[in-house]
């Protein structure tokens, strides 16, 4: 079973981070689109004239594996993977180590296998002066499988996780007001892409920068969504982050929000490391990673 779970993520690397060509179409560039209300693309996808996503997105369901679905999604200048996570409870955050001092932190492939966990994505921004950060130094909070890890008590941050009773958390904080809400695993996010069903706090940016993302968000019936778009490639220039809000609301999202992205998108999936190609340096350190874990029920 491991080898060829090994064949699907090979799968996997390919279509979604390095295939120029679409399932069942190409790709067309916005430029081209009919100046319609909406558009029906050879692949599937609804767009409005501005190329979001309106409808359910065209996606290709290519692995379901031990309670997890990976969906294979695309808009107009995007690729990228949805992963539904069944069970909230197998969620967490993973860090380079059990303390923030300053050291460098890690990439996703470290992080993963210090838990011994299935999958793994980059999380929170970090600190990046001059984009020279070594990754160690996130912003906001960081609660990490019942223990705030970073951050005061009287900040206040967009903070987006999981609580002890494993219902998802999304919304603007104090430390104090998340420990006393009884947060389990949550990390600082920016934007809140869905709040309640509906678009979150975006500003007039979200329609014109595009790059490399990921986000986090959870369903009415508590799966978990997990994106991650690439960015700065010939077949995926990137998404602008009201691109990532109506995927997002797309696959069912009550709440979302938008984790660190460009250099620091990267994947690790049961033992094999998906490149974060849109740094020209690799897989980028990152302070900590969104984690699920192997056992059901193994964070609770």
Not at 45 to 71: A, S
Not at 90 to 105: E, K
Not at 222 to 241: K, N, P, W
Request: aromatic share 8%.
């Amino acid at each position: 079973m491991r080898g060829s779970m090994k064949k699907v993520v090979s799968v996997i690397c390919v279509l979604v981070f390095l295939g120029a060509v679409i399932w069942c179409g190409v790709a067309v560039n916005a430029t081209e689109l009919p100046q319609t209300t909406q558009t029906q693309l050879s692949t599937g996808l609804v767009l409005n004239e501005n190329g979001y996503v309106v409808e359910t997105p065209y996606d290709k369901k290519i692995l379901v594996e031990n309670g997890l679905e990976f969906h294979y999604v695309a808009a107009d200048t995007w690729q990228g993977l949805m992963v539904i996570v069944k069970d909230p409870s197998r969620v967490f955050i993973g860090m380079p180590r059990d303390t923030y001092t300053g050291a460098a932190g890690s990439n996703a492939t470290t992080v993963a296998k210090r838990y011994v966990c299935q999958f793994a994505v980059n999380g929170a921004f970090f600190q990046d002066i001059n984009q020279v950060g070594n990754g160690g130094t996130p912003i906001g909070f960081v609660f990490s499988q019942g223990r705030q890890t970073y951050g005061g008590s009287s900040s206040v941050f967009n903070l987006i996780g999981l609580d002890q009773n494993n219902q998802f958390i999304c919304g603007k904080m104090t430390g104090a007001q998340a420990v006393e809400r009884g947060v389990r695993d949550a990390v600082t996010c920016c934007p809140i892409l869905v709040q309640d069903g509906q678009y979150g706090n975006l500003s007039e940016k979200s329609t014109t920068l595009m790059d490399a993302r990921s986000a986090i968000g959870a369903r009415a019936d508590g799966c978990v969504l997990i994106l991650m778009v690439d960015g700065r490639m010939s077949h995926s220039i990137g998404a602008t982050t009201q691109s990532l809000a109506d995927c997002m609301l797309s696959f069912g999202a009550v709440n979302a929000g938008c984790l660190d992205g460009g250099g620091s998108v990267s994947i690790y999936y049961d033992g094999t490391q998906i490149e974060g190609l849109s740094s020209i340096y690799g897989s980028r350190a990152v302070p900590n990673c969104i984690c699920v874990s192997y056992e059901e029920g193994a964070n609770e």
